[in-house]
């Protein structure tokens, strides 16, 4: 049973970076069959994909051009986990975010994490 | 605004048939997959259907997903109060170097 669990600070201030990390237990970050996703959820923008990381014989990573030049996802091989950095943080980056699998075969975020609710504000 | 579009609402009674819609815009392909979520308050989403009318192993049989074209459909039969939830759609994305899109969800009411 794969298992994704959230953690990471709830309040972040303006301007500062947004730092969320995802532990894997039942898979692997480095699976040549998976890809590894953020999402984040509110009320304004509904869900919006932020970006993933994947390893096929190396590493790859793609983000939404709307957040690229302020995203980072980088997996950790080490303690079998993902993180999502966001730079330069507006109150309009206040979401609940989540972390979520993609497995080959069709499985489109077939496991969540428990979400984590992050606000932007002094 | 999102490329996929649904209803903002749904309802129906219990025993009932519903339909949801998603609607794509040109940017999304037709030839591309539509999967379905849905969520119910305070959780993550939970996928429902994934490649248009694949169910995952334990999703009952009364949730079924259609697609033609450029429209998608989520239809769930024997409605059961525990259906209530938020229902949303998503698809690639072709245009802005590529993307993966949310429709902005259904919220289904069981009267």
């Known amino acids: 049973q794969v298992q994704l669990q959230q953690s990471g600070p709830g309040l972040v201030k303006p301007s500062q970076t947004l730092s969320l990390t995802c532990a894997i237990s039942g898979d692997s970050v480095s699976s040549n069959s998976a890809a590894w996703h953020w999402i984040r959820q509110s009320p304004s923008r509904g869900l919006e994909w932020l970006g993933r990381t994947y390893y096929r014989s190396k590493w790859y990573n793609d983000y939404a051009v709307s957040m690229k030049s302020r995203i980072t996802i980088n997996p950790d091989t080490s303690k079998n986990q993902f993180s999502l950095q966001l730079n330069s943080v507006t109150p309009e980056d206040t979401a609940v975010y989540f972390c979520?699998?993609?497995?080959?075969?069709?499985?489109?975020?077939?496991?969540w994490g428990q979400g984590t609710l992050v606000t932007v504000s002094s | 605004q999102s490329v996929l579009t649904q209803p903002p609402s749904a309802s129906g009674t219990p025993g009932q048939r519903v339909t949801i819609s998603c609607s794509g815009s040109?940017?999304?392909?037709?030839?591309?997959?539509v999967y379905w979520y849905q969520q119910l308050p305070g959780t993550a989403p939970k996928l429902l259907i994934y490649?248009?009318?694949q169910r995952p192993s334990g999703v009952p049989d009364r949730f079924s997903g259609s697609k033609s074209g450029t429209s998608a459909s989520l239809a769930i039969s024997g409605l059961r109060s525990e259906d209530e939830a938020d229902y949303y759609c998503?698809?690639?994305?072709?245009?802005?170097?590529?993307?993966?899109?949310f429709g902005g969800g259904t919220k289904l009411t069981v009267l």
């Open positions: 490649r248009n009318n």
């Open positions: 040109s940017s999304y392909s037709r030839s591309d997959y």
């Open positions: 979520a699998r993609d497995l080959t075969g069709g499985y489109l975020f077939d496991y």
């Open positions: 998503a698809a690639w994305d072709d245009s802005l170097s590529g993307a993966w899109v």
